[in-house]
């Protein structure tokens, strides 16, 4: 069975910077692994995939040159520096086992996390 699990998240202020974790349990090698968004009132939006053996990585340009995206064995990792307070949402972590694009649509993906809130003060 395939589980995805985001690590908490957390409050800081805007400039700070705050590491998620998403442990992925059930599957070796998905072909493509996401991080979403979703702020109340909108869309979840994808923000940065990896896919792993390439490897690859995609950015939203909101958040291009601040998030980093890595993978370490199970682990999906999202580095985020230099916050904003348009960064405060809920992130969820995603993957897909089989060949899908363009790698921040949301449709592309198949397991999810259940979600974990960042919240930026200004």
Known sequence: QIKLRESEGGSV???GSLRLS???????????????????GHGREGIAAIYPVVPSTYYADSVKDRFTISKDNTKLILQMNN????DTGTYFCAIRTE????PLRK?????WGQGTQVTVSS
């Open 83 to 86: 916050l904003k307070p348009e």
């Open 22 to 40: 998403c442990t992925v349990q059930g599957v070796s090698n998905p072909y493509v692994l996401a991080w979403f968004r979703q702020i109340p």
């Open 99 to 102: 060949r899908c694009a363009p």
């Open 13 to 15: 202020e805007a400039g």
């Open 107 to 111: 449709g592309c993906y198949t397991y």
